[in-house]
């Protein structure tokens, strides 16, 4: 199994502008989450998604921030417009009902000059 | 609700030397604990969890943790580590009612292995 996949694996943008983070679930998995890592916050869960369908978006800083997940086999997260505190490595995840653990994609480091 | 604390946030260690990696976790349900370790520019990777039945579980890459119901801890330990244990190590807890869907994590523990 290729694991979750993300991309870009690096993203370096101008405050201001459009960002767009996707990511790939483990084909089989139905679960899929997307999280923020940053040294002063460290690992911050932003939302997840059951089936396609967002269940908890409470860790979403902002409207500036949006999460789709418009099919099985993939998801974005959205910043709208980027701001340089959004500077940080963003994870996703995924996983399905039957395990007890989640799967981690290697990450994309954002930075927002 | 559950969490976890991470006790040290950093762990310096002599190569060949044992460590341990102490996790605290606070719930008022069943537990399902675990350890993730990740390496420089990396994901998350799963070292090894608890489920149920004996509480020592063993891991990848010789590492093995304690379930201890009393004292509500989790602690991962190794007798000798090596200059490629150097890492991230997160602890991390979710309860049996709402199983991998709600995973909280430990701040972290940044080992590293002196040679």
């Known amino acids: 199994d290729a694991g979750v996949i993300q991309s870009p694996r690096h993203e370096v943008t101008e405050m201001g502008q459009e960002v767009t983070l996707r990511c790939k679930p483990i084909?089989?998995?139905?679960?899929l989450f997307w999280y923020r890592q940053t040294m002063m916050r460290g690992l911050e869960l932003l939302i997840y998604f059951n089936n396609n369908v967002p269940i908890d978006d409470s860790g979403m800083p902002e409207d500036r921030f949006s999460a789709k997940m418009p099919n099985a086999s993939f998801s974005t997260l959205k910043i709208q417009p980027s701001e340089p505190r959004d500077s940080a490595v963003y994870f996703c995840?995924?996983?399905?009902?039957?395990?007890?653990?989640?799967?981690f994609g290697p990450g994309t480091r954002l930075t927002v000059t | 609700a559950q969490s976890v604390t991470q006790l040290d946030s950093q762990v310096p260690v002599f190569e060949e030397a044992p460590v341990e990696l102490r996790c605290n976790y606070s719930s008022s349900v069943s537990v399902y604990l675990f350890w993730y370790v990740q390496y420089p520019n990396q994901g998350l990777q799963l070292l090894l969890k608890y489920l149920s039945g004996s509480t020592l579980v063993k891991g990848i890459n010789g590492f093995e943790a304690e379930f201890n119901k009393s004292q509500t801890s989790f602690h991962l330990r190794k007798p000798s580590v090596h200059i490629s244990d150097t890492a991230e190590y997160f602890c991390a807890v979710s309860s049996s009612r709402t199983g991998a869907n709600n995973l909280f994590f430990g701040t972290g523990t940044r080992l590293t292995v002196i040679p």
């Open positions: 084909s089989g998995h139905n679960s």
């Open positions: 995840a995924s996983t399905r009902p039957d395990y007890y653990e989640q799967y």
